[in-house]
């Protein structure tokens, strides 16, 4: 599920079991299937990874007001990996 402002996705340990999210400016793999490809809106140029109560594990700053991203995993359900591809990452 996605707005113009939030990529919603979800990994549920007590079924899905353990999974590795990776916030990334490219595809580490190519053969995981792009699931979302589209650009969301971000005024504070910085794009957060954040759990349902708004805590934020992982934060990037981004070179644009809005983040281009895909969203990759290594199967549909009961993913091992999710990959959040931030295409406009700004890099240090």
């Known amino acids: 599920m996605?707005?113009?402002?939030?990529l919603v996705f979800s990994v549920l340990i007590y079924v899905d079991g353990d999974a590795r999210?990776?916030?990334?400016?490219?595809?580490?793999?190519s053969?995981?299937?792009?699931y979302f490809s589209g650009?969301?809106?971000?005024?504070?140029?910085?794009?957060?990874?954040?759990?349902p109560n708004g805590f934020a594990f992982a934060s990037v700053p981004l070179q644009d007001a809005f983040a281009r991203v895909s969203l990759r995993m290594s199967e549909e359900r009961n993913p091992d990996i999710v990959e959040?591809?931030?295409?406009?990452?700004?890099?240090?």
Do not use: H, Q
């Open 31 to 34: 053969s995981r299937k792009e």
């Open 84 to 92: 959040c591809v931030v295409e406009n990452m700004k890099t240090f």
């Open 2 to 6: 996605y707005t113009s402002t939030c």
């Open 39 to 51: 650009e969301i809106e971000c005024s504070s140029k910085s794009l957060s990874l954040c759990d």
């Open 21 to 29: 999210i990776v916030l990334c400016d490219r595809a580490v793999d």
